[in-house]
């Protein structure tokens, strides 16, 4: 008689449902169990080496941990397919937090170091005769406004006509040439945009030009393509019939683009004028090729060199005087205040896009 | 058999003022670039025909280590931004919860809004003293490799720095381009590898990523395009001598293009002046073709709709 072996006894799973699967708090034990022991030898690595307790370490160390932690224990109980599906969970939101954390220690830095003079005699002062403490940034800003304003002068209608051409116009070589170029210039970087201003300003005025309006041209260059870009995406948006309506009336096609197309279509054009500006303001490299560096006031853009916020940030870290620290002050307050203005222009731009949109379906 | 003759519409004034506006408009664009290419040439020849004082080879064996600087730097901070775009780009379409995910990639897109002068302050005073400790273990622990030979940078201000902050500027481009890429998916592909018991990751292998692989690639270019062309972080974070090196960790650096430039426009006069816009010529001509190139594989790969 052969001899039966007994079957393992059978485990009966208390809820059928949920046999073979992690529990919900599963992951989140072993992440918490990981990040104990990554502290753990975090400490003890310290208190060998004598180094300080590094909580980088810890959390990769315990990142690396719960990764493969994770993959074994799911292997055992779900299966390899599901391991592999946990892996890449943990690594994509790895990811993640991998990118938020230069955003967050960028923006605390700036904040932390902008605050020490965030005060009124940084709004009111310009840099002329100031050696040392004290100073501010009042003639910066007005270049950056000065320099901006004229960029979006001479922008604005280009890129806004341009995009009128492209969508109502246009049908053929010219309009395709058009189209390839506007992606061409998307592409300049911004600094042979500011050395194209210098050549061409170079021949009218000799070597060594500087002028806050040269500035303005480099910006422009950089603003158009954003600017045709969404102005056309916005053209496009608005439908046919609003057109051929207002046709069908006896509207004569200029008067149609004028008064039904770009009313229409302004919210989104404003927005992308908004947003074109926001990415232009903070542009340092053509403005330190033409606009140049100054310590004084200068109203005028057709002359002379123009101070700007971004190139004051950059010089001030760069060269400082005497008295290191109140240049650098000036310095991470000056990239504060250009955060600030970037951040409420894009506010502004989705304010704008969300209040004044056309509303769909009555 | 008379054809009947067939009516004209009256031409008025303001409809052909109108379009010759806009036309003008868009002319104005190809003149504008066209000038651009002209106005850097003519100053551009003359240091690149010319002899260039103290320097012995002429332009281009002056401009080939700034190249290969350029060049080395966008690379290795493509290698270290792609990935993490994608990776972040698949968490907020296909892992974040649905009303979080507008939310996250608002944060993502951040990081784009910030101006370059800013990372260069922050690679600065931040990155490159948390970075320091690291360069000297590793020219302590893995000096044979080429890559890490010593002597370590006392500052932390390398290419690898450089780089970093490079890849922290071109991430939410290639992160919001793969986005729009990823959302393209057709659902029903989605749909079908789920209903047929596909685990998350699989059914982005099976739908997702092949039907977004050339999107990826097209985004990637156009990122490293921006990253060839960034120059205020480069200039500020790089302490470079203009040698050509693939060292990462060292005192010595590779300088790029465009922080040249900007570091030396401002005190040059003479011949110095047209070798920088020469290089820049050779900048706008590695980033004409970078685009080009991203263009050509979209438009290779994108399916005509119908007109």
Excluded at chain 1, 266 to 283: H, K, Q
């Amino acid at each position: 008689m052969t001899a039966t072996t007994t079957a393992p006894a059978r485990r009966e799973a208390a809820n059928p449902l949920t046999a073979g699967q992690l529990p919900l708090w599963g992951p989140w034990a072993l992440i918490g169990v990981a990040l104990a022991i990554g502290a753990a030898v975090s400490a003890l690595v310290a208190g060998a080496s004598g180094t300080d307790f590094s909580i980088v370490a810890a959390v990769l160390i315990a990142y690396v941990l719960y990764l493969v932690a994770i993959t074994v224990v799911s292997q055992q109980i779900e299966g390899g397919r599901k391991a592999a599906d946990r892996l890449v969970t943990g690594v994509v939101v790895g990811a993640f937090v991998l990118a938020l954390v230069p955003l967050v220690s960028l923006v605390s830095t700036v904040i932390i170091n902008g605050a020490a003079r965030f005060d009124l005699q940084f709004f009111t002062w310009t840099m002329r005769n100031v050696v040392g403490e004290g100073g501010g940034v009042l003639h910066a800003i007005i270049g950056t406004l000065l320099v901006t304003l004229w960029a979006a002068i001479i922008s604005v209608p280009v890129g806004i006509f341009t995009a009128i051409y492209l969508v109502e116009y246009g049908r053929g070589r010219l309009s395709q040439a058009i189209t390839f170029f506007v992606d061409v210039m998307t592409g300049i970087p911004s600094i042979v945009a500011g050395l194209f201003a210098y050549a061409l300003f170079a021949l009218f005025a000799g070597e060594g030009v500087r002028a806050g309006i040269g500035g303005a041209v480099a910006l422009s260059l950089l603003m158009i393509p954003t600017v045709v870009r969404s102005t056309e995406e916005m053209l496009k948006l608005v439908p046919n019939d609003l057109r051929e309506a207002s046709y069908a009336l006896g509207v004569p096609k200029w008067l149609t683009i004028a008064k039904v197309v770009l009313p229409t279509a302004l919210a989104g054009i404003v927005t992308g004028v908004t947003l074109a500006i926001a990415r232009v303001i903070g542009e340092t490299a053509p403005l330190l090729i033409i606009a140049g560096f100054t310590t004084n006031m200068n109203y005028n853009v057709f002359d002379g060199r123009m101070m700007t916020l971004p190139v004051f940030a950059y010089n001030q870290y760069v060269s400082p005087g005497v008295q290191e620290q109140a240049y650098f002050d000036r310095a991470w307050t000056a990239a504060l205040v250009l955060i600030l203005i970037v951040m409420l222009l894009n506010v502004i731009a989705r304010i704008i896009a969300k209040v004044f949109a056309p509303k769909a379906g009555r | 058999m008379t054809t009947a003759v067939q009516p004209v519409a009256k031409q008025r004034l303001a409809d052909v003022v109108f379009k010759t506006v806009s036309t003008t408009a868009g002319v104005l664009i190809l003149i504008a670039l066209a000038g651009v290419a002209i106005f850097l040439v003519a100053q551009a020849v003359p240091a690149i025909i010319g002899p260039l004082p103290g320097i012995d080879g002429g332009f281009f064996a002056w401009v080939w280590p700034l190249t290969f600087g350029t060049i080395w730097s966008a690379f290795l901070a493509m290698v270290m931004a792609v990935p993490v775009a994608v990776g972040i780009a698949l968490f907020i379409t296909h892992f974040a919860p649905r009303r979080l995910a507008q939310g996250l990639g608002y944060v993502v897109d951040l990081l784009a809004a910030i101006p370059s002068v800013i990372y260069g302050l922050w690679g600065i005073t931040v990155l490159a003293p948390f970075m320091q400790p690291a360069y000297t273990w590793l020219t302590q622990n893995l000096g044979w490799l080429p890559l890490f030979a010593p002597p370590a940078s006392g500052t932390g201000r390398t290419i690898l720095t450089a780089s970093i902050v490079l890849a922290v500027m071109v991430l939410p481009i290639i992160t919001a381009l793969c986005r729009e890429i990823f959302l393209q998916t057709p659902r029903l592909n989605e749909e079908a590898a789920l209903a047929l018991g596909a685990t998350r990751w699989e059914m982005i292998q099976m739908a997702v990523l092949p039907h977004g692989r050339s999107g990826i690639i097209a985004s990637s270019i156009l990122g490293l395009g921006r990253a060839l062309g960034e120059t205020m972080a480069v200039a500020m974070v790089l302490s470079s001598s203009g040698i050509i090196s693939f060292a990462l960790t060292a005192q010595q650096n590779p300088s790029t293009i465009a922080a040249n430039i900007a570091l030396r426009f401002p005190e040059a006069h003479g011949i110095t002046v047209n070798m920088l816009i020469g290089s820049g010529l050779v900048l706008f001509a590695i980033t004409l073709l970078v685009n080009g190139i991203s263009r050509w594989i979209i438009a290779r790969t994108t399916v005509k709709g119908g007109r």
